[in-house]
């Protein structure tokens, strides 16, 4: 897989197996995706919106909408005592370099 891409760490006591959507759509493991230290490293750039600016809240707040990119990543997983859990909307980094 190439270097480029985004990263997104998993959070504490996901331990695999799991399951990585992005956008809703299940992702494959090799293909889709890697998983590397504790962190997910897909091959493709995922884009979030981060904090929303000043002016597009105030423009918002009038009812005109702006619209950015945002790449939603869920994991899915099951906790050791048989309990399914879902970290939703995981925070996407991008490598350095």
């Not at 493991?29 to 002016?55: H, N, P, T």
């Amino acid at each position: 897989m190439r270097e480029e891409g985004s990263v997104v760490r998993l959070p504490a006591g996901v331990e695999p197996p799991f399951q990585v959507y992005v956008n809703g759509v299940l992702q494959e493991e090799g293909r889709d995706y890697e998983v590397r230290d504790g962190a997910i490293a897909f091959g493709r750039v995922l884009a979030q919106e981060g904090k929303v600016s000043w002016w597009r809240w105030l423009i918002g707040a009038f009812g005109i909408g702006t619209y950015r990119d945002h790449d939603a990543v869920d994991v899915r997983y099951t906790l050791p005592d048989g309990r399914p859990m879902v970290a939703e909307n995981l925070p996407v980094d991008r490598p350095a370099g």
